[in-house]
């Protein structure tokens, strides 16, 4: 039958769980980083679950390997603000390494969905 909705596929459901991880993390930031950190690791963790769901909605594969390129780019965008988190400490260091695993998990669902496409 195959999948009918971005919400069927693994990457996405996976990536959404992150996007509620992250979520929770930042409702502990100082107030001060609400508009500075918190705001560019929402953006970042929002475009992850956007740009997979865009991509899953085009009909060319080009472009369906285009959105997913850029649900890396934010995840990795995601990876630096979480280090910097981390360093300054916003985020202990247990919490980081849980999330990072998080992290990692998307990159390679999404890494999978690339040459799911490619090897077509």
Known sequence: MGIKS??????WKEAHNLVLTIYRIVENYPRQETFILVSQM???????TSNIAEGFGRHGDKEKIQFYYLAQASLT???NQLIISKDIRYLPENEFHDVWEQTVIVH?????LIKSIKSR
């Open 108 to 112: 390679k669902l999404i890494t999978g």
């Open 42 to 48: 929402l953006r970042a963790v929002i475009s992850i």
């Open 6 to 11: 971005f919400t069927e596929l693994n990457t």
């Open 77 to 79: 965008e995601l990876q």
